[in-house]
C-alpha cells in the first residue's frame, strides 16, 4: 500500500511568488492535515480537510490556504512569499475523523525555501 | 501554556544500549492519546507507537515502549537496544477528543544519535 505521497520535495521560490504543494493521502483516507515545520517553531498544524470540507485551521495567516479534492488529495497554497515561509510543509493523512486514537500517517515533507 | 513538553534537546547513546526519552503533557480532557514519531534527516514523519489514556497497560512495538504515568502527566519512549539507523529526531505528540478533528499537538523533539 502506498504511504502519503507529496510533491515537489523541494521548491526555491522569491519573495512575493506564490506557491502550490500537493499530497496524495493513502488510499482509503479521507481526511488530510498540512504542518509547517520550522527550526525556531517546531511543528505547527496548518489545518485539516475532511470530505472536501476544511474542518480545523490553525493560527495562520490568510496568505496559507488549502483544499481538498472528491479523490482525498489536497493542495495548499502560499500567495506572497515571506522569508519566515522557508520551511518543511509535511502533509499527514487519516481514515476518518475524530478518532483521537488513530495515528497519523506522515509524507516525506515539500522543503520550501523562499529567497 | 505548552501542552506537550520534552526537555532534553539532544542525547548521545551507545549502540546496543537503552535510552529513555522524556515527555510530560498537559491536558484537561479525559479522552486523548499520545504518540510517538521518529523523523531522521530524510524529513518523514515515522509513526512509532500509540498510548490511549484508558489503556490499563504501557504500550509495546518491538524496540520501542512507553512509559506512561497518567497522575504524572508522562509519557516517556524507551528505546532498547540502540541501533545506528535509530539516529533522529523524536516527537512526542497528542491529541486531544476534545478537540476537533485530527490536530495533532507536538512537542518541541528530542535529537538523539547513537555511537558505534
Same mark, same amino acid.
Given at each position: 500500500?502506498?504511504?502519503?505521497?507529496?510533491?515537489?520535495?523541494?521548491?526555491?521560490?522569491?519573495?512575493?511568488?506564490?506557491?502550490?504543494?500537493?499530497?496524495?493521502?493513502?488510499?482509503?483516507?479521507?481526511?488530510?492535515?498540512?504542518?509547517?515545520? @520550522?527550526?525556531?517553531? $517546531?511543528?505547527?498544524? =496548518?489545518?485539516?480537510?475532511? %470530505?472536501?470540507?476544511?474542518?480545523?485551521?490553525? #493560527?495562520? !495567516?490568510?496568505?496559507?490556504?488549502?483544499?481538498?479534492?472528491?479523490?482525498?488529495?489536497?493542495?495548499?497554497?502560499?500567495? @506572497?512569499?515571506?522569508? $519566515?515561509?522557508?520551511? =518543511?510543509?509535511?502533509?499527514? %493523512?487519516?481514515?476518518?475523523?475524530?478518532?483521537? #486514537?488513530? !495515528?497519523?500517517?506522515?509524507?516525506?515533507?515539500?522543503?520550501?525555501?523562499?529567497? | 501554556?505548552?501542552?506537550?513538553?520534552?526537555?532534553?534537546?539532544?542525547?548521545?547513546?551507545?549502540?546496543?544500549?537503552?535510552?529513555?526519552?522524556?515527555?510530560?503533557?498537559?491536558?484537561?480532557?479525559?479522552?486523548?492519546?499520545?504518540?510517538?514519531?521518529?523523523?531522521?534527516?530524510?524529513?518523514?514523519?515515522?509513526?512509532?507507537?500509540?498510548?490511549?489514556?484508558?489503556?490499563?497497560?504501557?504500550?509495546?512495538?518491538?524496540?520501542?515502549?512507553?512509559?506512561?504515568?497518567?497522575?504524572?502527566?508522562?509519557?516517556?519512549?524507551?528505546?532498547?537496544?540502540?541501533?545506528?539507523?535509530?539516529?533522529?529526531?523524536?516527537?512526542?505528540?497528542?491529541?486531544?477528543?476534545?478537540?476537533?478533528?485530527?490536530?495533532?499537538?507536538?512537542?518541541?523533539?528530542?535529537?538523539?544519535?547513537?555511537?558505534?
Amino acid at each position: 500500500k502506498a504511504g502519503v505521497t507529496q510533491t515537489p520535495r523541494y521548491l526555491i521560490k522569491t519573495r512575493g511568488q506564490q506557491v502550490t504543494l500537493s499530497c496524495s493521502p493513502i488510499s482509503g483516507h479521507r481526511s488530510v492535515s498540512w504542518y509547517q515545520q @520550522t527550526p525556531g517553531q $517546531g511543528l505547527q498544524f =496548518l489545518f485539516e480537510y475532511f %470530505s472536501e470540507t476544511q474542518r480545523n485551521k490553525g #493560527n495562520f !495567516p490568510g496568505r496559507f490556504s488549502g483544499r481538498q479534492f472528491s479523490n482525498s488529495r489536497s493542495e495548499m497554497n502560499v500567495s @506572497t512569499l515571506e522569508l $519566515g515561509d522557508s520551511a =518543511l510543509y509535511l502533509c499527514a %493523512s487519516s481514515r476518518g475523523e475524530g478518532a483521537y #486514537n488513530s !495515528p497519523l500517517h506522515f509524507g516525506n515533507g515539500t522543503r520550501l525555501t523562499v529567497t | 501554556a505548552q501542552k506537550i513538553t520534552q526537555t532534553q534537546p539532544g542525547m548521545f547513546v551507545q549502540e546496543k544500549e537503552a535510552v529513555t526519552l522524556d515527555c510530560t503533557y498537559d491536558t484537561s480532557d479525559p479522552s486523548y492519546g499520545l504518540f510517538w514519531y521518529k523523523q531522521p534527516s530524510s524529513g518523514e514523519m515515522i509513526f512509532l507507537i500509540y498510548q490511549g489514556s484508558y489503556d490499563q497497560q504501557n504500550a509495546t512495538e518491538g524496540r520501542y515502549s512507553l512509559n506512561f504515568q497518567k497522575a504524572r502527566k508522562s509519557a516517556n519512549l524507551v528505546i532498547s537496544a540502540s541501533q545506528l539507523g535509530d539516529s533522529a529526531m523524536y516527537f512526542c505528540a497528542m491529541r486531544e477528543k476534545k478537540a476537533a478533528g485530527n490536530k495533532l499537538t507536538f512537542g518541541g523533539g528530542t535529537r538523539v544519535l547513537v555511537k558505534p
